[in-house]
């Protein structure tokens, strides 16, 4: 069983930067691919970035790719997503999910989950 907890979400004007941690608990943490979603209200949770249990792997969504990036400390049981150039649009709550996959968009491979950090950006 992994428990997964983000932190790091707030306001930023556009075109600035934010970064969101993911701590998990549980020994095996490492043995799982691990991927952020985002949900913005009134729309379905998309995928936006998902990163391999060894870091060696990662896929990123068209409208992040540049500007986001995954990355992972399994010493550390986290995984972090760094978003630069951020634009009112990546406005959501973002989560980071654990699944049993080498790296996956789709949201059904993931079984568990964190319990959201707002990203707000400003125009």
């Known amino acids: 069983q992994v428990q997964l907890v983000e932190s790091g979400g707030g306001l930023v004007q556009a075109g600035g930067s934010l970064r969101l941690s993911c701590a998990a608990s549980g020994r095996t943490f490492g043995s799982y691919g691990m991927g952020w979603f985002r949900q913005a209200p009134g729309k379905e949770r998309e995928f936006v970035a998902t990163?391999?249990?060894?870091?060696?792997?990662?896929y990123y969504a068209d409208s992040v790719k540049g500007r986001f990036t995954v990355s992972r400390d399994n010493t550390k049981n986290a995984v972090y997503l760094l978003m630069n150039s951020l634009k009112p649009e990546d406005t959501a709550v973002y989560y980071c999910?654990?699944?049993?996959?080498?790296?996956?968009?789709?949201?059904?491979?993931?079984?568990?989950w964190g319990q959201g950090a707002q990203v707000t950006v400003s125009s």
């Open positions: 990163i391999s249990w060894s870091g060696s792997r990662t």
């Open positions: 999910a654990a699944g049993a996959v080498m790296i996956s968009d789709y949201v059904k491979n993931y079984d568990h």
